[in-house]
């Protein structure tokens, strides 16, 4: 009997961890706004960067521009940008997908 409560709250647990996980990663409108906003404007319209909203590239594309940079890009997109996690870029980069 208590071999089986063990077993139901260790599903219950990691159901839980498995359901939370996304929440820890930052919602990706908010790091945009946070990261990005200020060169590629609030809907991604451009300013000092280059205008967003349509873009070609695709959210694997932006993502791993995020997380390793580009020689061949402008800072800051030289080198992958400090302060973001691989699945905050994911975020971000589904989240241009969006702006049209």
Sequence with gaps: MQMSSLLVLFVILATAVSVAKPAFAQDGAATYKAKCAGCHGPEGQGKV???????????DQITE?????????KPPHKKALSGVSADDAKAVADFVKTLK
């Design 65 to 73: 521009l995020l997380t390793k940079g580009n020689d061949a890009k």
């Design 49 to 59: 960067g280059p205008a967003l909203k349509g873009i070609s590239l695709t959210a």
